[in-house]
């Protein structure tokens, strides 16, 4: 069997599991078994990927007598879904195998188990599909299974809210992606990837077909405006649904764009590079700082999510401008760090929204102000959401740096660029990707400090209790992930050279023969970095101030009470809370950017009801975009609703005005 076969039968049998589960929901191990089935397919995904990656098989194509008559169901698996099909594969194994524990807290765990290795399946088939129908097909059940996914807990009424706003955006993504689609098929109907390629299209069409692209793939992707599901459906959904949607699932999305993009497109105009990088700037830094304000932890990671989106989405936009002026190393360069940052971020935003779960399951509560103090009482969670937070903030030597680090590096190419607009562009989008970093470390800095320091805040996280084996080992595989892919990043960036070259006809330099395992992605006097050393040296430096601490510091014990800002009450409430701890950027960037309100009441004297500090933070896209436009909806739908109820003499005349004004229509059009 050729590579696609072999990928495509794992497909059939992630899709079949589902079923599978339903006829068997009455046994007491079915949970179990279709989560470890599933974590074990797509374990062989990850592998038939990397087989494809390291070149032990080549593209392969298929073509299946189904779909649209003339043309087939084309499947083709080549670098690009290669990749792509390494993410989705481990990210999957590992969730899977986080399911097995997490999912016998399900209170009906047959909810999840009929869709969740259908989910799998459909997202499989995107990467594999070859024409334009077979691509939609898998998209629109993708889309389906995950909104059943969201539903899981549908008798909550944030819930349904959230399914609503879900389905509607994913509506409306299809629906821009057959657009684009059929822009790309042309007149006469090439829907097959091949025939698309050899399509030679204006450049005004070509900008058209990309930006129908941004609104299809963005909206399931995460992209400022089209945003607005992310934080509603990731804290609706199961925890372990919520890591594959925002870990897997959107780089599903981000495949879509790039196939697209920087394939079937073919090179673009310059000046439509900068809406990708305007974008994606904007998405990044309007994320970050609405994870910054953020209680409910699933909503902040959820946003967080928005950030990283931003982040690719920029980094894409800057290979778009290279590639247009013929840079093809640069080119290379910032597409690499697009792909290693979708690798990151598959790994360490899985392991947080698995610690997530984790700590909802032990506390009952998605509170920040309701935990803290967690790591006494869960040590290795903790440590594990740590590594996860470290990655996130892109502090070496974890993964989340080295992308990061690849994409300023490409940001500092820009004055090679010959187009002053862009040459102005670049370095303004560089900063606020800077300060988007920095708003992210102190974002999980908040997360982990108030949510595992410090006293507990309630019952609850002072009664939680460690998880799980199989919760705990899933969390350790990711976090090993990143741990990886932070020391030995040359590894990573070569596989990744393997779909650069094959899309944009350049790649970065071999790492694998550098010492201590650096990287040098342009010159070795111009940039370099090793994970390895700066792990090393975080090593000695922390061994050896601890050494020195025990040996020339007093052997003598003294005790004390603990600091409490001056305040003899030694009550938890009077720590720092998370809405303490971003009221500086709240009052600072928040009130012009997200309308941050605060409202304080101060009783009277002798008045005994309590004084409160009411904070008011919501996402101005929706308050401003969406909330009007649904009003508008929702009342012409209410007037029109009388239609339902004229009599036959009315509805005839009714088609007879339309058939008329059709008529005229299409007159006026010849």
């Given at each position: 069997?050729s590579?696609?076969?072999?990928?495509?039968?794992?497909?059939?049998c992630?899709l079949?599991?589902?079923?599978?589960?339903?006829?068997?929901?009455?046994?007491?191990?079915?949970?179990?078994?279709?989560?470890?089935?599933?974590?074990?397919?797509?374990?062989?995904?990850?592998?038939?990927?990397?087989?494809?990656?390291?070149?032990?098989?080549?593209?392969s194509?298929?073509?299946?007598?189904?779909?649209?008559?003339?043309?087939g169901?084309?499947?083709?698996?080549?670098?690009?879904?290669?990749?792509?099909?390494?993410?989705?594969?481990?990210?999957?194994?590992?969730?899977?195998?986080?399911?097995?524990?997490?999912?016998r807290?399900?209170?009906?765990?047959?909810?999840?188990?009929a869709?969740?290795p259908?989910?799998?399946?459909a997202m499989?088939?995107?990467l594999?599909a070859?024409?334009?129908?077979?691509?939609?097909l898998?998209?629109?059940?993708?889309?389906?299974?995950?909104?059943?996914?969201?539903l899981?807990?549908?008798?909550?009424?944030?819930?349904?809210?959230?399914?609503?706003?879900?389905?509607?955006?994913?509506?409306?993504?299809?629906?821009?992606?057959?657009l684009?689609?059929?822009l790309?098929?042309?007149?006469?109907?090439?829907y097959a990837?091949?025939?698309?390629?050899?399509?030679?299209?204006?450049?005004?069409?070509?900008a058209?077909?990309?930006?129908?692209?941004?609104?299809?793939?963005?909206?399931?992707?995460?992209l400022?405006?089209?945003?607005?599901?992310?934080?509603?459906?990731h804290?609706?959904?199961?925890?372990?649904?919520?890591?594959?949607?925002?870990?897997?699932?959107?780089?599903?999305?981000?495949?879509?764009?790039?196939?697209?993009?920087?394939?079937?497109?073919?090179?673009?105009?310059?000046?439509?590079?900068?809406?990708?990088?305007?974008?994606g700037?904007?998405?990044?830094?309007?994320?970050?700082?609405?994870?910054?304000?953020?209680?409910?932890l699933?909503r902040?990671?959820?946003?967080?999510?928005?950030?990283?989106?931003?982040?690719?989405?920029?980094?894409?936009?800057?290979?778009?401008?290279?590639?247009?002026?013929?840079?093809?190393?640069?080119?290379?360069?910032?597409?690499?760090?697009?792909l290693?940052?979708?690798?990151?971020?598959?790994?360490?935003?899985?392991?947080?929204?698995?610690?997530a779960?984790?700590?909802?399951?032990?506390?009952?509560?998605?509170?920040?102000?309701q935990?803290g103090?967690?790591?006494?009482?869960?040590?290795?969670?903790?440590?594990?959401?740590?590594?996860?937070?470290?990655?996130?903030?892109?502090?070496?030597?974890?993964?989340?740096?080295?992308?990061?680090w690849?994409?300023?590096?490409?940001?500092?190419?820009?004055p090679a660029?010959p187009?002053?607009?862009?040459?102005?562009l670049?370095?303004?989008a560089?900063?606020?990707?800077?300060?988007?970093?920095?708003?992210?470390?102190?974002?999980?800095?908040?997360?982990?400090?108030?949510?595992?320091?410090?006293r507990?805040?309630?019952?609850?996280?002072?009664?939680?209790?460690?998880?799980d084996?199989?919760?705990?080992?899933?969390?350790?595989?990711?976090?090993a992930?990143?741990?990886?892919?932070?020391?030995?990043?040359?590894?990573?960036?070569?596989r990744?050279?393997?779909?650069?070259?094959?899309?944009?006809?350049?790649?970065?330099p071999?790492?694998?023969?550098?010492?201590w395992?650096r990287?040098?992605?342009?010159?070795?006097?111009r940039?370099?970095?090793?994970?390895?050393?700066?792990?090393?040296?975080?090593a000695v430096?922390?061994?050896?101030?601890?050494?020195?601490?025990?040996?020339?510091a007093?052997?003598r014990?003294?005790?004390?009470?603990?600091?409490?800002?001056?305040?003899?009450?030694?009550?938890?409430?009077?720590?720092?809370?998370?809405?303490?701890?971003?009221?500086?950027?709240?009052?600072?960037?928040?009130?012009?950017?997200?309308?941050?309100?605060?409202?304080?009441?101060?009783?009277?004297?002798?008045?005994?009801?309590?004084?409160?500090?009411?904070?008011?933070?919501?996402?101005?896209?929706?308050?401003?975009?969406?909330?009007p436009?649904?009003?508008v909806?929702?009342?012409?739908?209410?007037?029109?609703?009388?239609?339902?109820?004229?009599?036959?003499?009315?509805?005839?005349?009714?088609?007879?005005?339309?058939?008329?004004?059709?008529?005229?229509?299409?007159m006026?059009?010849?």
């Amino acid at each position: 069997m050729s590579a696609v076969e072999n990928v495509l039968s794992v497909a059939a049998c992630l899709l079949v599991l589902g079923p599978v589960a339903v006829s068997l929901r009455r046994a007491s191990w079915v949970s179990g078994f279709i989560y470890a089935a599933a974590s074990g397919l797509c374990a062989l995904l990850a592998i038939f990927g990397i087989a494809r990656l390291i070149g032990l098989s080549g593209d392969s194509v298929l073509t299946l007598p189904l779909g649209l008559p003339w043309i087939g169901a084309h499947f083709q698996l080549d670098s690009l879904a290669a990749f792509f099909l390494v993410i989705l594969g481990v990210g999957g194994a590992v969730i899977s195998l986080y399911g097995i524990g997490y999912g016998r807290h399900e209170h009906d765990p047959m909810r999840v188990l009929a869709f969740y290795p259908s989910f799998l399946g459909a997202m499989t088939l995107v990467l594999l599909a070859a024409d334009a129908f077979s691509f939609l097909l898998s998209w629109e059940a993708m889309s389906l299974l995950s909104w059943a996914l969201v539903l899981t807990h549908h008798q909550e009424a944030d819930t349904r809210t959230a399914g609503y706003v879900y389905i509607v955006m994913a509506a409306f993504g299809t629906i821009a992606l057959l657009l684009a689609f059929g822009l790309l098929a042309g007149a006469e109907g090439h829907y097959a990837f091949d025939a698309m390629r050899g399509t030679v299209r204006s450049p005004v069409l070509a900008a058209i077909i990309l930006g129908l692209m941004l609104l299809g793939a963005g909206s399931k992707a995460g992209l400022v405006p089209l945003h607005v599901w992310l934080p509603l459906a990731h804290p609706a959904a199961p925890s372990h649904v919520s890591a594959l949607m925002s870990g897997v699932m959107t780089k599903v999305a981000l495949y879509g764009f790039i196939r697209v993009a920087f394939d079937l497109l073919g090179p673009l105009a310059w000046w439509a590079s900068p809406a990708v990088i305007i974008l994606g700037t904007l998405t990044a830094v309007f994320g970050i700082l609405l994870a910054m304000m953020e209680r409910d932890l699933k909503r902040a990671l959820a946003y967080s999510t928005i950030e990283n989106i931003g982040v690719i989405f920029a980094a894409l936009g800057l290979a778009l401008a290279f590639r247009a002026n013929g840079m093809t190393a640069a080119a290379a360069l910032a597409f690499t760090a697009a792909l290693f940052h979708i690798f990151n971020h598959m790994a360490f935003k899985s392991l947080l929204f698995m610690g997530a779960g984790a700590v909802l399951n032990a506390t009952g509560t998605r509170d920040l102000d309701q935990m803290g103090g967690l790591i006494h009482r869960m040590p290795v969670t903790s440590f594990l959401v740590l590594v996860g937070a470290v990655a996130i903030s892109a502090l070496p030597p974890l993964n989340g740096f080295v992308s990061e680090w690849l994409m300023f590096q490409a940001v500092l190419m820009s004055p090679a660029i010959p187009q002053d607009a862009l040459q102005l562009l670049v370095p303004a989008a560089g900063g606020l990707l800077a300060l988007a970093a920095a708003l992210a470390a102190a974002a999980f800095v908040r997360i982990f400090g108030v949510g595992f320091l410090g006293r507990a805040r309630s019952p609850a996280a002072l009664s939680a209790e460690e998880v799980d084996r199989f919760s705990q080992t899933a969390m350790g595989l990711a976090a090993a992930l990143c741990v990886l892919a932070g020391i030995l990043p040359g590894m990573v960036i070569d596989r990744i050279s393997t779909v650069s070259r094959a899309i944009l006809g350049g790649q970065l330099p071999v790492q694998a023969h550098e010492a201590w395992f650096r990287i040098v992605p342009i010159a070795e006097g111009r940039s370099s970095y090793s994970g390895m050393l700066v792990l090393l040296f975080i090593a000695v430096s922390a061994s050896g101030a601890a050494w020195m601490v025990h040996r020339l510091a007093s052997h003598r014990l003294r005790r004390a009470p603990a600091w409490d800002c001056g305040f003899p009450d030694a009550n938890p409430a009077t720590q720092y809370s998370a809405g303490g701890f971003a009221q500086p950027l709240r009052r600072v960037l928040g009130a012009d950017i997200l309308g941050a309100r605060e409202a304080v009441f101060m009783p009277e004297p002798g008045d005994l009801r309590p004084a409160r500090l009411t904070v008011t933070v919501d996402d101005p896209i929706w308050r401003n975009v969406y909330s009007p436009v649904g009003a508008v909806v929702s009342h012409v739908t209410t007037r029109m609703n009388g239609l339902q109820f004229l009599t036959i003499r009315r509805y005839l005349s009714l088609v007879f005005l339309l058939l008329i004004t059709l008529l005229v229509g299409l007159m006026l059009w010849a």
